[in-house]
Nanobody, 117 residues
Framework: QVQFVESGGGLVQPGGSLRLSCVVS????????MSWYRQAPGNQREWVAG????????NYADSVKGRFTIARDNAKSTVYLQMNSLKSEDTAVYSC??????????WGQGTQVNVSS
């Protein structure tokens, strides 16, 4: 059974930082590219960042480029999203999934990020 367990969200002030984690089980993590997505209230889910199997290629949505960094640890079946210089418009539920830009599996519960003063 495929599982994505996201954590690390919370309330942070504008300009602050958070590090999200997503622990994966149920498939061979190291053989899949991975991505982070987010969904704000009233909006469609959008792709945020992607990383290839070995971590050599990382792409980002224009809205987060230069502020967010995606990383992975294949030994721990975990993908991370370091978020710096957070803005109010980054407020959303963040989820991870297999694949690069297109999700390949079902969804976990996600982790809520709120950026507010």
């Amino acid at each position: 059974q495929v599982q994505f367990v996201e954590s690390g969200g919370g309330l942070v002030q504008p300009g602050g930082s958070l590090r999200l984690s997503c622990v994966v089980s149920g498939f061979t993590f190291s053989t899949y590219a991975m991505s982070w997505y987010r969904q704000a209230p009233g909006n469609q889910r959008e792709w945020v960042a992607g990383i290839t199997t070995g971590g050599t290629i990382r792409n980002y949505a224009d809205s987060v480029k230069g502020r967010f960094t995606i990383a992975r640890d294949n030994a721990k079946s975990t993908v991370y999203l370091q978020m710096n210089s957070l803005k109010s418009e980054d407020t959303a539920v963040y989820s991870c999934n297999a694949g690069f830009r297109s999700p390949l599996k079902g969804w976990g519960q996600g982790t809520q990020v709120n950026v507010s003063s």
